[in-house]
Nanobody, 126 residues
Framework: QVHLAESGGGSVQAGGSLRLSCTAS????????MGWFRQAPGTEREGVAA????????YYADSVKGRFTISQDNIKNTVYLQMNSLNPEDTAMYYC???????????????????WGQGTQVTVSA
């Protein structure tokens, strides 16, 4: 089965930057949709960004558009999330997700992904 491992989380001050990494291992198909989601305490998990290898995208939530950038390194089998201009509202547990084949019509929905990492915490202080 597919295993996803996130890293790169931490604590930063408002206006700072972080780069999250997600490395996939195990059985995979040649093409897949990779996404980043986040969930703060007491809230539902929300999609942040997604990208499809060899297809359309990337896709971004309005709340992070212009600040976050998703990218994928096929050689390293790793997807990244560059997070700039962070603010306290970005504080959450960030999860890497994967789905076999192209992204769905609505690519930032939880139901579109079958494989999930354990998450990495991002904390932004004012």
């Amino acid at each position: 089965q597919v295993h996803l491992a996130e890293s790169g989380g931490g604590s930063v001050q408002a206006g700072g930057s972080l780069r999250l990494s997600c490395t996939a291992s195990g059985y995979t198909y040649t093409s897949n949709c990779m996404g980043w989601f986040r969930q703060a305490p007491g809230t539902e998990r929300e999609g942040v960004a997604a990208i499809y290898t060899g297809g359309d995208g990337p896709y971004y939530a309005d709340s992070v558009k212009g600040r976050f950038t998703i990218s994928q390194d096929n050689i390293k089998n790793t997807v990244y999330l560059q997070m700039n201009s962070l603010n306290p509202e970005d504080t959450a547990m960030y999860y890497c997700a994967a789905d076999i084949g192209p992204c769905l019509e609505r690519p930032l929905e939880v139901r579109g992904f079958n494989f999930w990492g354990q998450g990495t915490q991002v904390t932004v202080s004012a």
